[in-house]
């Protein structure tokens, strides 16, 4: 499986995803990463039902994740690989996938977070999720819209 872009985006599959990210990566497939959207019923639904025509998509736990990753069967797979949060997104690497870039596209403000851009709001077990990230070499860059500019993440949760 070829890895085409790594999004975190809490509201998974919409408008900019379906319409613009999907052109811009190329992608074939995409998968939304979530234990609890994969145990959502409605929620997976209708994620599914806003996949953009000619693209498959699927809502799977972080588990099928990382064997669907691991599987040959799915060789062909060029995936957008959509996540809520930088936790879910550490335990897909520490399952053994290689991921090398996440871009961060919007994280919604919630009782205990600190927002750090217009469309990002982080907490303590966010910031440490991004920190063991980038120790691991990973890009972490924000950017809402495909034609913003990168913004690099660790400089924008410093003294955090």
């Known amino acids: 499986m070829e890895i085409s872009f790594v999004r975190i985006d ?28 994969a145990a959502d019923t409605l929620r997976k639904t209708l994620l599914l039902q806003v996949s953009p025509p000619g693209i498959n998509a699927y809502v799977v736990s972080i588990d099928k994740a990382i064997e669907a990753y691991n599987n040959p069967k799915y060789a062909d797979f ?20 290689p991921i090398k ?25 966010d910031v440490e999720a991004f920190r063991k990230l980038h120790e691991k070499g990973i890009e972490l860059e924000i950017r809402k819209v495909a034609s913003d500019p990168k913004v690099n993440l660790i400089s924008k949760i410093q003294g955090l």
């Open 78 to 97: 060029k995936t957008l690989f959509l996540f809520t949060n930088p936790s879910d997104v550490l335990r897909v690497v520490e399952g053994g996938v």
């Open 10 to 37: 809490d509201r998974l599959i919409h408008g900019q995803v379906a319409t613009v990210w999907v052109k811009e990566t190329k992608c074939n497939k995409i998968i939304a990463v979530s234990d609890e959207v």
């Open 101 to 125: 870039s996440v871009n961060v596209g919007g994280m919604c403000y919630k009782e205990g977070k600190k927002q750090i851009t217009g469309a990002v709001s982080v907490d303590k077990q």
